[in-house]
């Protein structure tokens, strides 16, 4: 990826659909579309649309919600794209092997940077005390997982990279739950007790979120994200050298996805499923989901070629650190009253919510159309 604003100009954009469609998907929950369900419980009073609103939510700690998995499916995604296309570094020409080196190190800080930016740009902006900035993000943590996944991609065989993704996810369960640290770790997966509360508070920099004991991207949780990205790996570059077989590809990656989860869930007994700590069960389960979105998503776009409503999801992923950005740096609610308050005023107070929800979304939509059609990718 580039470091600016980049235009595709060899007519149609060189993107691969069904990725672009799910990642757009992705993201078109964190737009407001989660708020959808919460909405369509006010208007209606049917209980499915009460309970899919809770599936909306963050789990308050061990245990696992459909919005849970967003923030992964992202990492996985990252993963995928590297399958697709990144190759060991010394099957590139010697004079481009810095210059690659030296674009992974760039857009690594850049995501860094930009987490910040996000982290603040929606409260009363970045803290003039360094101590109170989060540098923990979300941005950083794909960007961590990203660069780490990449080098694992250029420097080591296949087998050493399935090698490091089991050591990592080992290494991890065998941290948390055999060491100790002035009273926390040693088997603790709490709020209070997790070796992960000791690390954020004592080194890492700045504030944690909302000055929780432990932050949800904080240091030692980078460690398994990075094999959420590794799974990936394994499932794009799976896909590249098996596109022919679509049939028994997409049996293969299901079987995979299945193993993932049983996988998952019964390491959860012992290792608790837990986002903000993000164990190891997490990420198979995660991994899990991700996969079968994934097998879903190629199925229909590329296998069956019904691609019409995947491009709905496209415009949105072809330019998701954009739109993510604008999340936190654009107040949609300010657009939306100052284009459609009229309307809003006009219907009954249980439609307002719903058609709020649906203004904000069509505004951000038709941004993103006419960057897509313009061919304006936003990219680092």
């Known amino acids: 990826m580039s470091q600016q604003i980049t235009k595709d100009t060899a007519g149609q954009p060189s993107r691969v659909l069904s990725v672009d469609a799910l990642r757009g998907f992705d993201m078109f929950w964190i737009l407001g579309a989660e708020g959808l369900f919460s909405a369509l419980y006010l208007l209606t009073g049917i209980a499915v649309f009460n309970t899919l609103a809770g599936q909306m939510l963050h789990s308050p700690w061990h245990g696992l919600t459909a919005y849970d ?25 010697k004079e481009q092997r810095r210059q690659k080196l030296v674009s992974a190190l760039r857009r690594l800080f850049l995501l860094l940077c930009l987490g910040v930016i996000y982290n603040h740009g929606w409260n009363s902006g970045i803290p003039a005390a360094v101590d ?42 065998l941290l948390l739950s055999q060491v100790t ?66 049939g028994k590809l997409l049996i293969h990656l299901v079987l995979a996805a299945a193993l993932l989860l049983a996988a998952g869930y019964s390491w959860g007994r012992v290792f608790p499923v837990n986002k903000t700590l993000w164990t190891s069960s997490f990420v198979l389960v995660t991994c ?74 069509l505004l951000q939509w038709l941004l993103l159309l006419f960057l897509y059609r313009q061919k304006i990718f936003v990219k680092v």
């Open 69 to 93: 998995v967003i923030f992964p499916l992202f990492i996985f995604l990252s993963g995928v794209s590297l399958g697709l296309a990144a190759k060991p570094l010394r099957d590139y020409p």
């Open 132 to 173: 109170k900035v989060r540098f923990a993000s979300v941005l950083g943590r794909i960007g961590i997982a990203w660069f780490v996944a990449l080098m694992l991609v250029w420097f080591l065989s296949h087998r050493g990279q399935y090698l490091a993704a089991a050591g990592l996810l080992f290494g991890y369960w």
């Open 181 to 246: 640290v002035a009273g926390y770790g040693g088997g603790d997966y709490s709020q209070a007790g997790a070796l992960n509360v000791w690390f954020d508070q004592h080194l890492l920099p700045g504030s944690t979120y909302q000055g929780l004991a432990v932050d949800p991207e904080g240091l030692l949780s980078n460690i398994p994200s990075v094999v959420n990205a590794l799974i990936g790996v394994f499932a794009g570059r799976y896909i590249k050298t098996r596109r022919a077989q679509t």
């Open 288 to 361: 899990g989901y991700s996969l079968l979105l994934l097998c879903l998503f190629y199925a229909v776009i590329d296998v069956l070629k019904i691609q019409k409503w995947g491009k709905f999801f496209a415009v949105i992923g072809a330019n998701a650190l954009l739109i993510y950005l604008a999340t936190s740096l654009v107040n949609w609610h300010y657009s939306v009253q100052s284009l459609f308050g009229g309307i809003l005023n006009a219907v009954p107070s249980n439609w307002q919510l719903l058609l709020q929800l649906v203004f904000m979304l």
